[in-house]
């Protein structure tokens, strides 16, 4: 399954979902309800830190297929 990481070892795991070509999706930390465009982390506490952090996704091999970088303490949304 393909899977979301932080530097911190926290892992998303997406499950059974499809994500078609040129689409995008969003995960949340947060608790909420899954959907095609939105996908939720269930946590009560934080992932990502307050002025920079780095994304990883990776396939069901655990294969690196991309990154997503911010550096900026300012940022509400970081959009890769």
């Known amino acids: 399954m393909w899977t ?3 530097a911190a070892s926290h ?5 059974t979902y ?3 070509a040129y689409h995008y999706v969003k995960v949340h930390t947060g608790k ?3 959907s095609s ?8 506490g934080y992932v ?5 952090d780095t994304a990883y ?7 690196l297929k991309d ?9 509400s949304a970081v959009y890769c």
């Open 18 to 20: 499809t994500l078609r």
């Open 4 to 6: 979301v990481r932080d």
């Open 57 to 63: 996704l990776k396939n069901a091999a655990g294969t």
């Open 37 to 44: 465009t939105d996908r939720y982390w269930g946590l009560s």
């Open 67 to 75: 990154t997503c970088s911010y550096n900026n303490s300012s940022a």
């Open 48 to 52: 990502w830190n307050n002025g920079s």
């Open 11 to 15: 892992i998303y795991t997406f499950g």
């Open 32 to 34: 909420g309800t899954n």
